[in-house]
């Protein structure tokens, strides 16, 4: 074995200024053959304390693997990279394990990385908490609505989505909208929560210029000149068995019918949060709201862009399948796009928030 002096010079020549607590235990026997000050340090002790003592509690080499399994393996590296919590003196740390040969030896440089996993684990809450809120506000699906009947899927690409939407009744009519906001990140879910909490709550479905409107200056008001939404909008009366819509930006939505056939719900606006009122309002002033008619068995198919061919960017492999299974209610055809759908795509070629509402007319 090397000498001591000889292996405290080669690791002190790597280690020793690196600002992160480091020690290098032999694998084997668990003794401690290097420690850095930035370690002696936070643990108030000093090196020739704990040099060749065996003072670092759970280290347990043989199950490794299940770490592994736990935390992943950083790929980046030349060798694995485990997480485990581990013990010096009765003081909990969190400490990356690297296992690698190093000339005679077979060593563990572990790093104290217990702010990283901490910010990490922080992080991780707060996407869990936003990911609650969003789901607060996703309908129940045993929700009774006159004349209509839905089911959906809403998948977020993390924790978090930048997918929403809302399904509520409101004076005689029911509101309906969904949104896509641009990114995937943590400021995309939290401009999406506040984003279609304003509309649900705040906008009368009856007058759609006005929520797109109104939805286009809050947007503009809570976020970045680089935050924009795509946004269809309507609302379905069961009296006179009408949808009206209005689609910013948003992909072409569908209406299916009984017999087969089929309207393109197309965009006639553009993305919202992208133009100021001065330049967005006068194009939402020269559109007229879309309406269409609407019978028993019709089914209304709302999506964002996950569920788009991604060779084309269009939705005609959405629309045959729904086309071809027209006489399913609600709830059978939402399963079937999904067997589909997913049968095509593995999970490392998901790449996006996924939402599909299918509405049926009752």
Request: charged letters at 25%.
């Amino acid at each position: 074995m090397e000498s001591s002096k000889t292996l405290q010079d080669s690791f002190a020549s790597i280690f020793e200024h690196s600002p992160i607590a480091t020690l290098i235990v032999e694998r084997k026997t668990d003794e401690i053959l290097w420690v850095n000050q930035k370690f002696c340090s936070m643990f108030f002790t000093t090196s020739d304390e704990i040099l060749y003592t065996k003072s670092i509690e759970l280290i347990d080499y043989s199950k490794l693997k299940e770490y592994y399994k736990i935390v992943g393996k950083r790929s980046e590296n030349p060798y694995d990279t485990y997480v485990i919590e581990l013990k010096f003196n009765k003081a909990s740390f969190w400490g990356e394990v690297r296992v690698q040969n190093h000339k005679n030896l077979q060593i563990a440089t572990i790093t104290n990385v217990t702010e990283r996993v901490n910010a990490i684990k922080n992080l991780r809450e707060t996407y869990q908490k936003i990911e609650e809120i969003q789901h607060n506000f996703l309908p129940h699906k045993d929700l009774n609505f006159p004349k209509l009947k839905f089911d959906y899927f809403y998948k977020a690409l993390s924790y978090s989505s930048g997918d929403m939407f809302t399904v509520v009744p409101q004076n005689e009519i029911c509101g309906i909208t969904i949104a896509d906001m641009s990114g995937h990140d943590l400021t995309a879910s939290y401009l999406m929560a506040k984003f279609i909490t304003f509309i649900r709550t705040s906008q009368d479905f009856r007058y759609l210029k006005e929520v797109i409107k109104n939805a286009n200056e809050f947007l503009l008001k809570i976020s970045d000149s680089d935050d924009f939404s795509t946004i269809f909008v309507a609302s379905f009366s069961p009296e006179e068995m009408i949808l009206r819509y209005l689609n910013a930006g948003h992909p072409n939505q569908l209406l299916v019918r009984k017999d087969k056939s089929f309207v393109r719900l197309k965009a006639s606006l553009p993305l919202i949060g992208t133009f100021k009122g001065n330049i967005f309002n006068p194009i939402l002033n020269q559109q007229n709201v879309e309406e269409v008619k609407v019978s028993s068995g019709d089914k209304i198919i709302l999506f964002t862009d996950f569920f788009l061919a991604p060779e084309s960017s269009d939705e005609e492999i959405l629309l045959k399948m729904c086309v071809e299974n027209s006489h399913l209610n609600c709830t059978e055809l939402k399963d079937y796009i999904l067997q589909k759908w997913f049968e095509k795509s593995s999970a490392e070629e998901i790449d996006d928030d996924a939402t599909l509402l299918i509405l049926e007319i009752q």
